[in-house]
């Protein structure tokens, strides 16, 4: 069944008219729709639509995450700032979070925001293109459920991690690296599993210190049952570097727990002792640091345009026909989309009817045949890119 | 040739005398012999007094760094600064830019120091462990030779870029993951090579786009010639997260220079454009954010511990007898080597005796028949040990 492609104005308007129906305040139903769907502007679908009702709306009519935020401060200086989430909207924590940051930047230089008590907050590159938009660098980080095992262990104890870095530049977009902290993460092995590919070797080890190999369905129900684990960037054992990104993991397990007194490993699985679920208690962090406190934002934008441009100008490989720099695959996937929308596979459809007749929400769409078309004016303004 | 044990107050007085003789003012010259020992305390003997003499005293002699270093605060904020380095003593400019960024974070939470036209500044971890032992997160980062190869590329475009992260636990050691963004760097190669160790395949890319197996001194001599270059954390390509680390070092790369206006890439690669020797002019940064902001040092401290003890007390890979966190193995390795020295090679002692000798000093060391044991007290502080 192929996907069908739903208007960005079409989806934009029912998945934040959804959020409301959940209890979602209007403001704040708009700033977790925008970090949905930036998510789809960029291709990285996992964190989409694909998302929209296993991962907030049922969490919040399971009651382990709240449709109202309340965002409290639990201290503040000038630079700085610990938050408690209240188990509300992690994209709202998020969002208000790294907004704070930015503020505190453009006034004294540098802004770091963290938080404890949060649930999942999409796309950690949604908060550092906030950054590179305000002409500042941006760096976020948040843990997540424990699945990845550390260098010599089986077990997994910390999250996929993201380390996430953003830096501005005089191109249509910003340098934006984001990505797990693992190897892969569970929502590429769950695809893996979708489109009958094995798994990667070296991804992901079993109890016995071995690679998994073969069926990625497999190896999915081995990680959720705990008899797997992902690897770290660099692999399984020293030989390739698998300390580093052990090391680069452990940091963001630390920054998301250590200054806000959070929960962190183990206590992150969403299940309390009895098996029962529970509030994820995720902590993420915030960091704006203001290239107009140095040398100046053209200047900033400029250098690193050349720095990211000579490298992409640089020898290929036999075979490669590019080079690229982080950021831009994501930039051209919008510009494909821009023009019609996101593509929306049939279960997800599924999902997206079953939201409208439980709402009572007044949308057809594309892949109804009482579709009609929809006319309301919108401007589209993906993150991702610089005016 | 066995290695010869040097006790740490003849080495240290020795180096710091030497460093003297070649024209460093005293209390600087005490830096550099601080930042130097550092590294074969914590065991990195690529970065220690095995670079003494190669690094340090004959780029002095060959005029391309200068013993007295103009620190040149070209701009400052409350949170932030730009400080051009004249081609001075990285240690030196290290040491000065990760205080006044810890100054700067007791006084208003964050602080962040930029520098451009310095010089090696040793190994990276000591300046974490400056932020760390002052309560602070600590980040540092520096641009380096070119010689590793983006992800689909083939020529060596920027330098083995460390990022390098530090928080504080309440051990005897912080965590402080200090390492390359390369999977290996080029004085691992070349200790491969004179242990003739086959190189790791997936650690150096030809020009043909394939992993170079085999000698590796035959792989060095081609990173050299400019016909093959280092890959990235994660590996050729993108299967294995090859561009993560990637990300990671293009990130170092962007804030060595973008944000003081300094050199990158092939520009840093010591030589003119007929040939000739010159500066380096490398760029670093320098991040403290003060615990003490947040919810206090003692919390910090005390959880970050839990976190990693969590980690290693985690299931074992068969045939691993423990699981270790970043730091650790540097502060065993110091313990073991704190109450007798530092192990000298037969070629470095060479070296030592040479400077020595040029420079009229009144030193005897173990490795000579008239050896006159030093008696000289001292307090041995290790920077990456907790008081």
């Given at each position: 069944?192929?996907?069908?492609?739903?208007?960005?104005?079409?989806?934009?308007?029912?998945?934040?008219?959804?959020?409301?129906?959940?209890?979602?305040?209007?403001?704040?139903?708009?700033?977790?729709?925008?970090?949905?769907?930036?998510?789809?502007?960029?291709?990285?679908?996992?964190?989409?639509?694909?998302?929209?009702?296993?991962?907030?709306?049922?969490?919040?009519?399971?009651?382990?995450?709240?449709?109202?935020?309340?965002?409290?401060i639990?201290k503040e200086t000038e630079t700085t700032a610990v938050v408690?989430?209240?188990?509300?909207?992690?994209?709202?924590?998020g969002t208000k979070s790294m907004q704070m940051a930015i503020d505190k930047a453009k006034k004294y230089g540098m802004g770091m925001v963290v938080?404890?008590?949060?649930?999942?907050?999409?796309?950690?590159g949604y908060y550092t293109s906030m950054a590179t938009k305000a002409s500042c660098i941006g760096l976020t980080g948040?843990?997540?459920?424990?699945?990845?095992?550390?260098?010599?262990?089986?077990?997994?104890?910390?999250?996929?991690?993201?380390l996430t870095l953003g830096v501005p530049t005089d191109e249509?977009f910003d340098f934006n690296i984001?990505?797990?902290?693992?190897?892969?993460?569970?929502?590429?092995?769950?695809?893996?599993?979708?489109?009958?590919?094995?798994?990667?070797?070296?991804?992901?080890?079993?109890?016995?210190?071995?690679?998994?190999?073969?069926?990625?369905?497999?190896?999915?129900?081995?990680?959720?049952?705990?008899?797997?684990?992902?690897?770290?960037?660099?692999?399984?054992?020293?030989?390739?570097?698998?300390?580093?990104?052990?090391?680069?993991?452990?940091?963001?397990?630390?920054l998301?727990?250590?200054l806000?007194?959070?929960?962190?490993?183990?206590?992150?699985?969403?299940?309390?002792?009895?098996?029962?679920?529970?509030?994820?208690?995720?902590?993420h962090f915030f960091i704006a640091i203001d290239t107009n406190h140095f040398l100046g934002e053209d200047l900033c934008r400029k250098k690193a345009g050349e720095i990211i441009?000579?490298?992409?100008?640089?020898?290929?490989?036999?075979?490669?026909?590019?080079?690229?720099?982080?950021g831009?695959?994501?930039?051209?996937?919008?510009?494909?989309?821009?023009?019609?929308?996101?593509?929306?596979?049939?279960?997800?459809?599924?999902?997206?009817?079953?939201?409208?007749?439980?709402?009572?929400?007044?949308?057809?769409?594309?892949?109804?045949?009482?579709?009609?078309?929809?006319?309301?004016?919108?401007?589209?303004?993906?993150l991702?890119?610089n005016d």
């Amino acid at each position: 069944m192929p996907k069908v492609v739903c208007p960005w104005n079409l989806i934009t308007d029912f998945v934040t008219d959804a959020f409301k129906g959940y209890g979602i305040p209007e403001e704040e139903a708009k700033m977790c729709t925008s970090v949905l769907l930036e998510s789809d502007k960029r291709g990285i679908e996992s964190h989409g639509c694909n998302r929209f009702k296993p991962v907030y709306l049922d969490r919040i009519k399971a009651g382990i995450q709240f449709p109202t935020t309340n965002f409290d401060i639990i201290k503040e200086t000038e630079t700085t700032a610990v938050v408690d989430g209240h188990n509300g909207m992690g994209q709202v924590i998020g969002t208000k979070s790294m907004q704070m940051a930015i503020d505190k930047a453009k006034k004294y230089g540098m802004g770091m925001v963290v938080v404890r008590n949060s649930c999942h907050y999409g796309i950690a590159g949604y908060y550092t293109s906030m950054a590179t938009k305000a002409s500042c660098i941006g760096l976020t980080g948040t843990n997540a459920r424990p699945s990845v095992a550390p260098t010599f262990g089986v077990e997994g104890m910390f999250g996929t991690n993201p380390l996430t870095l953003g830096v501005p530049t005089d191109e249509k977009f910003d340098f934006n690296i984001d990505c797990a902290s693992s190897i892969t993460q569970n929502g590429k092995v769950e695809y893996y599993a979708r489109i009958g590919e094995d798994i990667h070797p070296g991804t992901v080890i079993d109890l016995n210190g071995n690679p998994v190999e073969g069926d990625s369905g497999v190896a999915l129900k081995k990680i959720r049952q705990g008899t797997a684990a992902l690897t770290t960037l660099g692999g399984i054992g020293e030989a390739l570097g698998g300390y580093k990104g052990y090391g680069y993991a452990l940091f963001v397990e630390l920054l998301s727990s250590v200054l806000q007194d959070g929960a962190f490993g183990k206590d992150l699985d969403g299940k309390d002792e009895n098996g029962n679920i529970r509030p994820y208690h995720l902590g993420h962090f915030f960091i704006a640091i203001d290239t107009n406190h140095f040398l100046g934002e053209d200047l900033c934008r400029k250098k690193a345009g050349e720095i990211i441009r000579t490298i992409r100008a640089s020898r290929k490989m036999p075979g490669a026909d590019r080079i690229y720099t982080a950021g831009e695959k994501e930039y051209e996937i919008w510009k494909s989309r821009e023009g019609s929308g996101v593509p929306i596979n049939e279960s997800v459809q599924g999902e997206i009817n079953a939201v409208r007749d439980e709402l009572g929400l007044d949308y057809t769409f594309p892949w109804e045949d009482n579709y009609v078309p929809y006319e309301k004016e919108m401007k589209i303004t993906a993150l991702i890119e610089n005016d």
